[in-house]
Nanobody, 116 residues
């Protein structure tokens, strides 16, 4: 059974950094592009960025460039989202998504709260 499990969320203060993880199981991780999204209650998912299946290329949404970073490790079947200089507006549930032409999987999300 294909599964994505996010972890690493929590409560942080403005200006702090956080690294989220997305652990894959039950499918061939190296064949899927990985995207990170965030969701605020009442709004649609907002794409943060996507890393290709090979990890050689990453595309970021304009609002994430320079502040967030996505990478992945094949050996650990895990993708990461580095969140830097977090501000209260970044408070959201962060989700990872694995996609290829014939399949797509979502994790359940991890909550990040930025507050002083």
């Amino acid at each position: 059974q294909a599964q994505l499990v996010e972890s690493g969320g929590g409560l942080v203060q403005p200006g702090e950094s956080l690294t989220l993880s997305c652990l894959a199981s039950g499918f061939t991780f190296s064949q899927f592009a990985i995207s990170w999204y965030r969701q605020v209650p009442g709004k649609v998912h907002e794409l943060i960025g996507t890393i290709t299946s090979t990890g050689l290329s990453t595309i970021y949404h304009a609002s994430a460039k320079g502040r967030f970073a996505i990478n992945r490790t094949a050996a650990q079947i895990t993708a990461y989202l580095q969140l830097n200089n977090l501000q209260p507006g970044a408070t959201a549930v962060y989700l990872c998504n694995a996609r290829r032409a014939t399949a797509e999987y979502w994790g359940q999300g991890t909550q990040v709260t930025v507050s002083s």
